[in-house]
């Protein structure tokens, strides 16, 4: 058996003393998995284009892989802590929620349009928009998708700013009203069909982050009684701190021309 593929670097597990086993997302084959020799794994950092071959003697047997770097997305992103941050969440949630075997294609082009923007030096605010807008749709790719096209309560298309964490339906700020309070925020960028281009605040991103953590946590985490990873968790922290910086350095800014 065997088939040729591009990927996605996820990750890499130890496997006896001189191999590793590389998980790669494929564009034809999804989460795969197969052994590398262990000179190969200080290079294959997660969030590496690759080209790859898997060959093994039977289709269930695990499997060795053969792979190529197309791009080193790890350390071109080392100048950019914050960017590479974003990269290394969006692979452990891949390596953590696909099946192996099933292909994702939708997923693994917006999965490559993402990391090829982080590349690209799309600017920081913008990249975290792109980074939940992103985890929406993973949610939605493993079938956990939220219905936030109109209120669960009336039906409206308009005005729609809340989530119920229970059911992942929307709901009209009129409509939310006696119940706000138990609700979550919905921040308008994450009703896009596309990947938000345009200016997002910090303070929409926060609410976006809360949202998806929580959904994941709900239908990723929670059913294998594990906790949301801890990298994940530092990229919601690292945007909720550069918005009270921002936020901060504002009022600094107005404080001084005040007195001017």
């Known amino acids: 058996m065997q088939w040729e593929d591009e990927g996605i670097a996820l990750g ?3 496997y006896g003393e001189h191999h590793g086993i590389a998980h790669v997302f494929t564009l034809q084959h ?12 200080a290079a294959l950092g997660a969030g590496a ?10 289709p269930e047997h695990l499997g060795t892989f053969s792979l190529e770097m197309r791009l080193n997305v ?19 949630l891949l390596f953590d929620s696909l099946p192996q075997g ?9 999965t490559q349009t993402f990391l090829q923007h982080a590349v690209g030096g799309t600017p920081l605010a913008l990249l975290e928009a792109q980074y939940c807008w992103w985890e929406k749709h993973l949610l939605a790719d493993l079938g956990y998708g ?11 298309t308009e005005d729609l700013c809340y989530v119920s964490p229970k059911t992942g339906r929307a709901a009209s700020r009129a409509a939310a009203r006696p119940y706000q309070e138990k609700l979550l925020p919905l921040p308008g960028f994450l009703r896009l069909d596309t990947a938000p281009d345009t200016r997002v605040t910090g ?48 009022k600094n800014s107005h404080e001084t021309s005040d007195k001017d």
């Open 12 to 14: 890499i597990l130890p």
């Open 30 to 41: 999804g989460h795969a998995r197969g052994l590398i020799y262990s000179r190969h794994k």
């Open 49 to 58: 284009l690759l080209d790859c071959r898997w060959s093994a003697r039977l």
């Open 74 to 92: 790890p350390a071109a992103l080392l100048p950019s802590p914050t960017h590479l941050l974003l990269v290394s969440s969006l692979c452990r």
């Open 102 to 110: 099933m292909p994702y294609e939708a997923l693994y082009q917006r």
């Open 146 to 156: 939220l219905d936030l096209t109109e209120c669960a309560l009336t039906g409206a």
């Open 203 to 250: 303070a929409e991103v926060v609410q976006g982050l809360t949202l998806t953590e929580h959904f994941l946590r709900q239908f990723i985490y929670g059913p294998r009684d594990k906790p949301v990873p801890a990298i994940r968790r530092r990229v919601g922290e690292s945007v909720a701190a550069r918005k009270n910086s921002d936020k901060n350095s504002d």
